[in-house]
């Protein structure tokens, strides 16, 4: 199982980011995917998260400014983040539990600047 995140970046205060996760070695579909974060200081937090079903769930912090998708076609899971603010800054990671196993991707740096 392989999970490639990527899309972080420096980003101003109020701009929009699109994160990536391709993934190989499972079959995608089936499977219900997560965003994580770890912000500074901070331990690692459940952001999003979609289910085969396409139903999403989201933290509190950010409902409303980022969507969680996929394209199982693509094998890809998506995080778009809109609104960004500095306490967005953090390293984001996809996941996935597979047979009680937590896989995860390398993680991407986001940095949200004032």
């Known amino acids: 199982v392989q999970l490639q995140a990527s899309g972080g970046g420096l980003v101003q205060v109020g701009g929009s980011l699109r994160l990536s996760c391709a993934a190989s070695?499972?079959?995608?579909?089936?499977?219900?995917m997560h965003w994580y974060r770890q912000r500074p200081g901070n331990q690692r937090e459940l952001v999003a998260s979609?289910?085969?079903?396409?139903?999403?769930r989201y933290q509190d912090s950010v409902k409303g400014r980022f969507t969680i998708s996929r394209d199982n076609a693509k094998n890809t899971l998506y995080l778009q983040m809109n609104s960004l603010e500095p306490d967005d800054t953090a390293v984001y990671y996809c996941?996935?539990?597979?047979?009680?196993?937590?896989?995860w991707g390398q993680g991407t740096q986001l940095t949200v600047s004032s």
């Open positions: 070695g499972i079959i995608f579909r089936n499977n219900p």
């Open positions: 979609i289910t085969s079903g396409y139903t999403t």
């Open positions: 996941n996935t539990i597979i047979w009680g196993t937590d896989y």
